[in-house]
């Protein structure tokens, strides 16, 4: 099994930052794929930013320029930087991770918590 634990949320005015993180642990053999997503009340899920184990990132289109993903591999941590915070930014962020267990094992999907972000006008 594997544990995802995210930290940083909280709340914020517009134009603020914030900068997640979500730690992996468990039974670990490589970590592909992290990324966060988000979800407001009554909406659906959405992808927020992804990255890939060589550090690839991938932003949806209304985070670009604003939020920054990265990961440290030694730590199994992805962050979420996230600058000019909009009302509309507000949800609960989410975190996932495509994990392998083993060598010979299969990945699977985890998913984090979530940690609760507003942002306040």
């Known amino acids: 099994q594997v544990q995802l634990v995210e930290s940083g949320g909280g709340l914020v005015q517009a134009g603020g930052s914030l900068r997640l993180s979500c730690a992996a642990s468990?039974?670990?053999?490589?970590?592909?794929?992290m990324g966060w997503y988000r979800q407001a009340p009554g909406k659906q899920r959405e992808l927020v930013a992804a990255i890939t184990n060589r550090g690839t990132p991938t932003y949806a289109d209304s985070m670009k320029g604003r939020f920054t993903i990265s990961r440290d591999n030694a730590k199994n941590t992805v962050y979420l930087q996230m600058n000019s915070l909009e009302p509309e930014d507000t949800a609960v962020y989410l975190c996932n991770a495509v994990v392998q267990g083993s060598l010979l094992s299969r990945s699977r999907d985890y998913w984090g918590q979530g940690t609760q972000v507003t942002v306040s006008s």
């Open positions: 468990g039974s670990i053999f490589v970590i592909h794929d």
